[in-house]
């Protein structure tokens, strides 16, 4: 048996486990507000037990010299557990997220003892003084807006080309969140993050410098119902206008990866080639009465993109340096049916990576049929390459969270 199957053999069992234990104590809740919701007799501990997967089907084809070669698949997209609630007190939440399908597994490498990526998110939050909250953990870290959305709360089938390219995703380390008012309605948010730097599940030790983050938010209007300034799509229909504008700057202190904390390691003949990383995050959302609008812009620059080995020759290897434009809105045509679209432009330095720039155009429809937590969406595609063959793309999925 392997280790992977090891793991889920152990796992299942121990859920069903809990629920039969608790069988005559509680009922399930209402769809997609978790399995299970626990809670101590004494009101010392909660936790909300939830599942969800994604079943994606695409078929794309060469689209540079008319429509061909075409290829087709259909894959279990995301398949998740999810755990959370708080400890002792209120003030002191967790979350934990494990991944099951073989895309959320294939992380395994040397730097994570070979291991898959079982784990996603397993941070604690400590409320600990007024508007201060402290993360501790492995998580998101506070990049771009896109990437921070969950995967369940998209307004597209998946994120856009800007995410793949620039994004900084999970690490672990410490978060300093803290929000404040400057008038009645105008809230600001500001996070502080200090990370490992290398990604999720790293077990063989630091291997650079440390990652600092800094972001902060603007809400001229007031916050968003229902979180909303971190979900895709207008389902709330806010009454009011409401916008989040948000600034952020990422700097890997000796990265040793060729997108920051994310990417391939970049080896050389000593070890590993480090150079110092920065990543600009601007970005907005915008709702109004079921209109939505996201914008984003990125740009990565390094002190010295070209890897070397100790002699100075080069390794071959570069950092992915340069700048992403990502800009995509929808209307909710009733409170079911959503028209999107979305616009990217991905422009790496062509004279370091040695890529031209992407276009890539993308129409989408989404079914709600009870919001987020279920709902079918599509889209078709279409990316203009400027170093490889063009690409058309269509993609339908179905979401179901529990």
Not at 85 to 95: D, E, I, N, V
Not at 265 to 283: E, K
Request: aromatic share 14%; proline share 1%; hydrophobic share 35%.
């Amino acid at each position: 048996m392997t280790y992977h199957k090891l793991h889920i053999v152990v796992l299942i069992p121990a859920i069903c486990l809990i629920t039969n234990i608790y069988s005559q104590d509680f009922k399930a809740g209402k769809f997609g507000k978790g399995l299970f919701n626990l809670k101590a007799k004494d009101s010392s501990w909660t936790m909300k037990i939830g599942m969800r997967f994604q079943s994606l089907a695409t078929n794309s084809w060469n689209a540079s010299n008319g429509i061909s070669n075409s290829e087709s698949s259909m894959l279990i997209r995301r398949s998740r557990l999810k755990f959370d609630g708080y400890a002792l007190t209120p003030k002191l939440k967790y979350k934990v997220e494990l991944g099951l399908s073989d895309r959320d597994l294939s992380a395994a490498s040397a730097f994570t003892s070979n291991s898959p990526g079982y784990i996603f998110d397993a941070v604690v939050k400590w409320n600990f003084s007024k508007n201060f909250v402290l993360w501790f953990g492995q998580t998101k870290l506070p990049g771009n807006r896109e990437r921070v959305i969950s995967s369940g709360d998209m307004q597209m089938v998946d994120r856009s080309l800007l995410n793949s390219r620039f994004t900084i995703d999970r690490d672990i380390g410490f978060q300093l969140r803290h929000h404040f008012y400057i008038s009645e309605i105008f809230l600001v948010k500001e996070i502080f993050s200090l990370a490992q730097g290398e990604g999720r599940n790293i077990t063989t030790g630091n291997l650079g410098g440390y990652q600092y983050t800094g972001r902060i938010e603007l809400f001229p209007f007031g916050d968003f119902a229902k979180k909303g300034d971190y979900k895709g799509s207008d389902l709330s229909f806010e009454k009011h206008q409401k916008l989040s504008f948000a600034f952020g700057y990422d700097f890997n202190n000796n990265a040793v990866k060729n997108r920051s904390n994310q990417g391939s390691y970049m080896t050389n003949d000593v070890g590993f080639f480090q150079t110092n990383i920065g990543t600009v995050f601007i970005d907005a959302m915008y709702k109004y009465k079921g209109f939505s609008f996201m914008g984003e812009y990125a740009q990565r620059t390094a002190d010295d993109p070209f890897a070397k080995n100790s002699d100075g020759t080069l390794t071959g290897d570069v950092v992915q340096v340069g700048n992403g434009l990502n800009l995509q809105t929808g209307y909710l045509l009733t409170k079911k049916i959503e028209i999107s679209a979305r616009y990217t432009n991905i422009s790496l330095d062509k004279s370091i990576t040695n890529k031209g720039a992407e276009n890539q155009y993308t129409l989408g429809l989404s079914k709600y049929i009870s919001g987020h937590k279920l709902k079918i969406q599509t889209d078709v595609s279409y990316t203009d390459i400027g170093f490889k063959t063009n690409q058309l793309l269509w993609r339908v999925q179905l979401d179901i969270h529990f």
